[in-house]
């Protein structure tokens, strides 16, 4: 339990060294390329880390009793909107379409001050937010954000 524990630590950690060693000016053409690097490398720290992550969740989930016998994968979080958050998300649901999950796109709108704010949260079939398909029958079972 400690050492899944400090695996999802240690996936923290580097998704906010990664975002702090890829900052780029949000006003410069570099910006884009920021962006996808920074979805790159959450993608390779998921890719390479994300069994491990579901494991995890999935442990904590069972021992406070919320475990569940739908199939679990955790993938990255591509935000749209104004906060520029990245991270990972564990989706859940039918096997065959938890399969089709690439990415969880985040939606952000808040208004009347930010006094109020929606935060969406989309399977998707690409981690692409301009082209993707939504994946039906599959829901976001837990969050792992850091602002960038």
Same mark, same amino acid.
């Given at each position: 339990?400690?050492?899944?524990?400090?695996?999802?630590? #240690?996936? #923290?950690?580097?998704?906010?060294?990664?975002?702090?060693?890829?900052?780029?000016? #949000?006003?410069?053409?570099?910006?884009?390329?920021?962006?996808?690097?920074?979805?790159?490398?959450?993608?390779?720290?998921?890719?390479? =880390?994300?069994?491990?992550?579901?494991? #995890?969740?999935?442990?904590?989930?069972?021992?406070?009793?919320?475990?569940?016998? =739908?199939?679990?994968?955790?993938?990255?979080?591509?935000?749209?909107?104004?906060?520029? =958050?990245?991270?990972?998300?564990?989706?859940?649901?039918?096997?065959?379409?938890?399969?089709?999950?690439?990415?969880?796109?985040?939606?952000?709108?808040?208004?009347?001050?930010?006094?109020?704010?929606?935060?969406?949260?989309?399977?998707?079939?690409?981690?692409?937010?301009?082209?993707?398909?939504?994946?039906?029958?599959?829901?976001?079972?837990?969050?792992?954000?850091?602002?960038?």
């Amino acid at each position: 339990m400690k050492l899944k524990r400090l695996a999802v630590c #240690a996936l #923290a950690a580097c998704m906010i060294g990664t975002g702090a060693m890829i900052h780029v000016d #949000a006003f410069s053409l570099g910006s884009v390329l920021g962006g996808v690097a920074k979805v790159g490398g959450i993608g390779f720290l998921v890719s390479k =880390y994300g069994e491990s992550i579901n494991s #995890a969740i999935n442990s904590v989930m069972m021992k406070e009793g919320a475990g569940t016998n =739908y199939a679990t994968k955790v993938v990255p979080i591509v935000s749209i909107g104004n906060s520029g =958050y990245i991270g990972a998300a564990q989706v859940i649901g039918d096997a065959d379409q938890v399969e089709k999950v690439k990415a969880v796109g985040q939606l952000e709108v808040s208004w009347n001050d930010k006094l109020f704010r929606i935060k969406g949260l989309i399977p998707m079939d690409s981690v692409n937010p301009s082209s993707f398909s939504r994946v039906q029958g599959v829901g976001v079972s837990a969050v792992i954000d850091v602002r960038v």
